[in-house]
Each structure stands twice: as structure tokens, then as C-alpha cells.
């Protein structure tokens, strides 16, 4: 992503999206730890 391109609600968009899927990965990896 090339930052100096976006508007700044798209780089807040961008860095909550990130947010969200490093909670997803340790959601989901929690849950697969927990099924083991």
C-alpha cells in the first residue's frame, strides 16, 4: 500500500483492517489450539 496516495480515512480504514485480521489469525489459532 502506498500510503502517500491515500486520503486519510482510507489509511485508517487500511490500518483497522490489518487490526482486525491480526485479531481474526490469533482468534482463529486460539480456537484451533483449543479444539486440539
Not at 496516495?5 to 489450539?33: G, H, V
Request: charged share 30%; no cysteine; hydrophobic share 25%.
Amino acid at each position: 500500500v502506498n500510503y502517500s496516495e491515500l486520503k486519510p480515512d482510507q489509511i485508517i480504514s487500511t490500518q483497522q483492517f490489518s487490526l482486525d485480521r491480526t485479531f481474526i489469525d490469533d482468534y482463529l489459532k486460539s480456537t484451533s489450539e483449543s479444539t486440539d
